[in-house]
């Protein structure tokens, strides 16, 4: 069991958690890659573009400027979309359109936390642009919970 950590949310390498190795795909599993290295923020962002392309209530990202990425198998199956006038990309199997670490930004590492196989070890950072929540998002906080699909 990995003991979650609170991040500080800046850039000092002095404030990052212990560097770790983290293994991660796609979901039809031709993509795979290995992060090494800390993640310095994680941060679930409400903004209408990651609404969009994840078609959920958020994107769940962790970012990084010091870790390294290594693609360990299907790095030719990797495609990515900038969406055309905004900083917004996000890189994808060309196959099952699962989420994959991104580049795009210079100098910045940002690996969706769901694409990992092993654990996150520290806690979201921040809720960013929290103002563009989806309306029903915070009704579902009250709503029953399954371990599984319901009967």
């Given at each position: 069991?990995?003991?979650?950590?609170?991040?500080?949310?800046?850039?000092?390498?002095?404030?990052?958690?212990?560097?770790?190795?983290?293994?991660?795909?796609?979901?039809?599993?031709?993509?795979?890659?290995?992060?090494?290295?800390a993640?310095?923020?994680?941060?679930?962002?409400?903004?209408?573009?990651?609404?969009?392309?994840?078609?959920?209530?958020?994107?769940?990202?962790?970012?990084?400027q010091?870790?390294?990425?290594?693609?360990?198998?299907?790095?030719?199956?990797?495609?990515?979309?900038?969406?055309?006038?905004?900083?917004?990309?996000?890189?994808?199997?060309?196959?099952?359109?699962?989420?994959?670490?991104?580049?795009?930004?210079?100098?910045?590492?940002?690996?969706?936390?769901?694409?990992?196989?092993?654990?996150?070890?520290?806690?979201?950072?921040?809720?960013?642009?929290?103002?563009?929540?989806?309306?029903w998002?915070?009704?579902?906080?009250?709503?029953?919970?399954?371990?599984?699909?319901?009967?």
């Amino acid at each position: 069991m990995h003991r979650l950590q609170r991040q500080s949310g800046g850039t000092d390498p002095s404030k990052e958690a212990v560097v770790t190795e983290h293994l991660g795909s796609c979901l039809c599993g031709t993509v795979r890659f290995k992060v090494e290295g800390a993640f310095e923020s994680f941060y679930l962002c409400h903004c209408q573009h990651c609404k969009k392309d994840t078609g959920s209530a958020h994107a769940a990202n962790l970012f990084s400027q010091s870790a390294k990425l290594t693609w360990q198998s299907g790095a030719d199956a990797v495609t990515s979309f900038t969406l055309p006038g905004t900083r917004h990309s996000r890189s994808f199997c060309k196959f099952c359109g699962s989420a994959l670490p991104n580049t795009q930004a210079a100098g910045v590492l940002t690996v969706p936390a769901g694409s990992l196989d092993t654990d996150v070890s520290i806690l979201p950072t921040a809720h960013i642009f929290s103002s563009s929540k989806a309306n029903w998002e915070e009704a579902s906080e009250e709503v029953p919970t399954f371990d599984g699909l319901p009967d």
